[in-house]
């Protein structure tokens, strides 16, 4: 679903943020990337989803190329970041009509979706509201809503969980689960650890651009907690 082949992005000044990355996500996979900040996360994921050039190496969606088919790859990608920018003078429906008009989303099939997350979410009652009124985590639960409601793919997820209160969180995991179990594919960098170990069938660790440890969660933690083996292999020197 994702392959990412000898990513490399080089920086003015020829400081490599990523150095020859290599990560497969198959379908059905929750892929976990975990790093210290500036560990080159997010310049990993900006130039998956597209808004991000790069010079040397390749990134394919479900086999189409990120750099020559860029309009197709993100109409079967969700992209959700850190801290989502939404527009403040929409109410959170209109917004979500917006991504739905975006994708395609039959009326009927956007209003039953729309309706489903948003319970979920416990958003409902807010959705008449102006998004410049929203709430931080509020933001971030409309900000899902839009990328679960075209059914995408790949979903790419940049810290999701911040500033989502428990219930949320819950939420999210199971949703998450639910589109892998329909055949897509999630990959999100997290700092929550925890949340990695017990939710990710697989997982990546990065330090200092360069891939240091990879592959199904349990063997690449093997005996220890992720967060034990985490410190071991990427902690300081």
Known sequence: MLEIRDFTKTYHGGKKAVDNLNLAVEAGDI?????????????????????????????????????????????????????????????????????????????????????????????????????????HGMRQKLALIGAFIHRPRLMVLDEPFVGLDPVASFQLKGMMRELCDEGGAIFFSTHVLEVAEKLC??????????????????????????????LEVAGND
Do not use: W
């Open 31 to 135: 892929y976990g990337f975990i790093g210290h900040n500036g560990a080159g996360k997010t310049t990993t994921i900006r130039a998956i989803v597209g808004i991000m050039d790069f010079g040397s190496g390749e990134i394919f969606i479900d086999g189409h190329s990120v750099k020559k088919e860029a309009v197709l790859c993100k109409s079967i990608t969700a992209y959700i970041p850190d801290n989502p920018d939404l527009y403040d003078y929409l109410t959170g429906i209109q917004y979500l009509n917006y991504i739905g008009d975006m994708f395609s989303v039959s009326k009927t099939e956007r209003e039953t979706l729309i309706k489903k997350y948003a319970d979920r979410f416990e958003l409902t009652a807010n959705l008449g509201d102006m998004i410049s009124a929203y709430s």
């Open 201 to 230: 069938d697989k997982i990546a660790i990065i330090k200092g651009g360069k891939l240091i440890a990879s592959g199904i969660t349990e063997e690449v933690r093997g005996d220890k907690s992720l967060e034990s083996m985490f």
